[in-house]
């Protein structure tokens, strides 16, 4: 059952990191954008995203959760790997965050600031992948 679990584990976390690769991406072109028709598009797209993520967030989380607690996973680098965890809750809430002020047109940041905000996925997936295969501690 263990190897199942975490088989599905590893499939929701990929694609509740998919999601949250590509939404900032849409928030690099709402910040570049002004015609209204597209705006209204991207935010559209932003919203379906957001919203898909969050559901795929779920079940990542609910597993990995079971394989922490349910089949009693320990040591230095879980820790590490749960406050990473907090962290990308975090940035999945700034970005639903974001999002909301699109949808009432306040943007105080430019294009550039999303397009490193947009990094910070990708650095927090590749720190967890080393804790969890090479548990350095």
């Known amino acids: 059952m263990y190897l199942w679990i975490k088989a599905l584990h590893i499939v929701f976390v990929a694609s509740w990191f998919a999601g949250l690769f590509y939404l900032p991406r849409i928030y690099v072109n709402l910040a570049q954008e002004?015609?209204?028709?597209?705006l209204e598009r991207l935010l559209g797209m932003g919203r379906r995203l957001y919203r898909f993520t969050t559901i795929l967030m779920v079940p990542?989380?609910?597993?990995g959760l079971w394989l922490w607690l349910g089949f009693g996973i320990k040591g230095g680098w879980l820790h590490a790997k749960?406050?990473?965890v907090i962290l990308v809750i975090g940035y999945h809430h700034a970005c639903g965050s974001l999002?909301?002020?699109?949808?009432?047109g306040v943007n105080t940041r430019s294009h550039k600031?999303?397009?490193v905000f947009n990094e910070v996925p990708v650095l927090l997936l590749l720190a967890i992948v080393i804790l969890v295969v090479v548990k350095p501690f």
């Open 34 to 38: 002004s015609n209204p028709a597209v």
């Open 60 to 63: 990542a989380l609910l597993l």
């Open 82 to 84: 749960l406050a990473l």
């Open 113 to 115: 600031w999303f397009r």
């Open 99 to 104: 999002l909301k002020k699109f949808e009432r």
